[in-house]
């Protein structure tokens, strides 16, 4: 098993900017993709991003592309989500997952279900 920590969150006006850092233990060796999902009230989870702990494949969701920016650093069991031009519909808990199971596929890796791990949270609000 795998435990997850997020930080990084918090209050930021909208054109700002935030990086998440999502530090990972235990089991670390058995990770194959690490990622980010958010949730807001009303709302299903939502993929944001992911990152092969290896391999550096990288995957965005369409509403973050050309904003947020995935990064890893396996000698700290580190990920980051640095989120520039923030937007308010950005605002969303935001959790960090990791995965043991190796896809064809980066695709796959939009799909909540494929996550073994998943950490607490951060809450980032971006006030317009």
């Known amino acids: 098993q795998v435990q997850l920590v997020e930080s990084g969150g918090g209050f930021v006006q909208a054109g700002g900017s935030l990086r998440l850092s999502c530090a990972s233990t235990?089991?670390?060796?058995?990770?194959?993709?690490m990622g980010w999902f958010r949730h807001s009230p009303g709302k299903d989870r939502e993929f944001v991003a992911a990152?092969?702990?290896?391999?550096?494949?990288?995957n965005f969701a369409d509403s973050v592309k050309g904003r947020f920016t995935i990064s890893r650093d396996n000698a700290k069991n580190m990920v980051y989500l640095q989120m520039n031009s923030l937007k308010p519909e950005d605002t969303a808990i935001y959790y960090c997952?990791?995965?043991?199971?190796?896809?064809?596929?980066?695709?796959?890796?939009?799909?909540?279900?494929?996550?073994?791990?998943w950490g607490q949270g951060t809450q980032v609000t971006v006030s317009s």
């Open positions: 235990g089991q670390t060796f058995r990770t194959y993709v």
């Open positions: 997952v990791a995965a043991r199971t190796m896809y064809s596929g980066m695709h796959y890796y939009t799909l909540p279900t494929v996550y073994d791990d």
């Open positions: 990152i092969t702990w290896t391999g550096g494949s990288t």
